[in-house]
Antibody, heavy 120, light 112 residues
Framework: QITLKESGPALVKPTQTLTLTCTFS??????????VGWIRQSPGQALEWLAL???????RYSPSLRSRLTITKDTSRNQVVLTMTNMDLVDTGTYYC????????????WGPGTRVTVSS | DIQMTQSPSSLSASVGDRVTITCRAS???????????LNWYQQKPGKAPYLLIS???RLQSGVPSRFSGSGSGTDFTLTISSLRPEDSATYFC?????????FGQGTKVEIK
């Protein structure tokens, strides 16, 4: 059974850097075809895909946020970390960690999400 | 980026009704390998989205058979054949044809 869980600060100040960690189980990020990504949702808004990292360390980013995002993996700890620099009020929302199999190209498992509020 | 447009943005229907949600992509998301890279998710308040259908019409394990998906190219449909109270939720389409992955704005389904 695949599980993912997000962790990180609930509150950050504008201009600060957000660091979120996804800790997962039930699969390995060394297995061919496996990817872990991040998606966010602003209050009452649609879903926005942010970044994805694959088993072979291929990394993909949202073009509109590319300059602010970094995604990395630690396969020994079964973790994926997302950093987002220069946080702004509009970055407030719920951040989800997701599992993808490259060949299926769908997000078949989601973490429960972690709520991040940007406020001074 | 491929824009995904859903309609309607919300609907209200009675238990037992047939419900159809449409998703249109700004360009074709067909692949000769797997058909169309179009997925559907269900989200209930306060919960993470849940994958219902992948690759246009592939029902995920455990998803009731009253849910079905169809379409190709740029036009896709999610159908609930007989609406049940537990289907009250917001539904999102999503394309995986290319990066960045993009979602529709969502369709909120309410029970009359």
């Amino acid at each position: 059974q695949i599980t993912l869980k997000e962790s990180g600060p609930a509150l950050v100040k504008p201009t600060q850097t957000l660091t979120l960690t996804c800790t997962f189980s039930g699969f390995s990020l060394t297995t061919s075809g496996v990817g872990v990504g991040w998606i966010r949702q602003s209050p009452g808004q649609a879903l926005e895909w942010l970044a994805l990292i694959y088993w072979d360390d291929d990394k993909r980013y949202s073009p509109s946020l590319r300059s602010r995002l970094t995604i990395t993996k630690d396969t020994s700890r079964n973790q994926v970390v997302l950093t987002m620099t220069n946080m702004d009020l509009v970055d407030t929302g719920t951040y989800y960690c997701v599992h993808e199999i490259y060949s299926d190209s769908c997000f078949d498992s989601w973490g429960p999400g972690t709520r991040v509020t940007v406020s001074s | 980026d491929i824009q995904m447009t859903q309609s309607p943005s919300s609907l209200s229907a009675s238990v037992g009704d047939r419900v159809t949600i449409t998703c249109r992509a700004s360009q074709s998301i067909n692949s000769y390998l797997v058909g169309s890279y179009l997925n559907w998710y269900q989200q209930k308040p306060g919960k993470a989205p849940y994958l219902l259908i992948s690759a246009t019409s592939r029902l995920q394990s455990g998803v009731p058979s009253r849910f079905s998906g169809s379409g190709s190219g740029t036009d896709f449909t999610l159908t609930i054949s007989s609406l049940r109270p537990e289907d009250s939720a917001t539904y999102f389409c999503q394309q995986s044809y290319t990066f960045p992955r993009t979602f529709g704005q969502g369709t909120k389904v309410e029970i009359k």
